[in-house]
């Protein structure tokens, strides 16, 4: 029991530690340490009864309350459950439509296939283990997608630890008969070159299902799309 103990203890600080690390890399978590600042700052005016403490005070709070909402929106859009779109902050509706695409098994197992993303040829693996799609920093530089203003950094556990990747939004991404517009990626420099399909585009679609070595895609939407699969 001891050692569990340590252990928990080290991944609550490791956490912390990663939490420190990513805060001069991201907006918004540096927007949280000064909105922090500004509120104690502000009840310490207030409890010296300064006449614009409560000023203060009150901004900090307001500014909190602003984060927090910012950091529900990008939540929210791992689950398709809750359509959140406000395009006004670069977040912009999810879309996955099109027709059935059948994808068939590789001989390493897993299923590939070749995409435009932004108009540019990109191979993917469709990982059903994975939360987000992700693309590898060579990916993101060759189709332009950049991480998203303000946004709060991803830890993700790969082969070689754990890694922070910054979230950005693929404004078009085809294959097969099926086009994704607005999805959320994130851009993870640990992948090298393997970029991922995850549950966050598999979860937009009607159904998906493997029948005989093959990978069947159903959108909920059935849109004329035009593609080509290897």
Do not use: C
């Amino acid at each position: 029991m001891p050692y569990m103990g340590r252990v928990d203890l080290d991944g609550i600080l490791e956490a912390i530690g990663n939490v420190i690390e990513q805060t001069p890399q991201s907006g918004l978590l540096m927007a949280t340490v000064v909105a922090v600042i500004v509120s104690w700052i502000g009840s310490g005016l207030v409890a010296k009864k300064v006449p614009f403490g409560r000023l203060v005070r009150a901004a900090g709070s307001l500014a909190l309350l602003g984060i927090f909402v910012a950091v529900i929106l990008q939540v929210s859009r791992f689950d398709p459950r809750f359509g959140m779109a406000v395009p006004q902050l670069g977040l912009p509706e999810q879309v996955v439509e099109g027709n059935e695409t059948r994808i068939p098994l590789a001989r390493d197992g897993h299923f590939w296939l070749q995409a435009q993303v932004n108009g540019e040829p990109v191979r993917f693996m469709i990982d059903t283990g994975a939360t987000l799609t992700a693309v590898s920093a060579n990916t993101a530089d060759q189709v332009g997608l950049e991480p998203r203003p303000g946004g709060i950094p991803v830890m993700l556990s790969t082969a070689n630890g754990t890694i922070s990747a910054e979230i950005g939004t693929i404004d078009e991404m085809r294959f097969g008969n099926v086009v994704a517009r607005g999805l959320d990626t994130v851009i993870a420099p640990g992948l090298g070159d393997t970029n991922v399909i995850g549950m966050n585009l598999l979860s937009r679609l009607a159904s998906w299902r493997v029948e005989e070595q093959t990978l069947i895609l159903v959108p909920n939407h059935p849109q004329p799309v035009v593609a080509e699969t290897e």
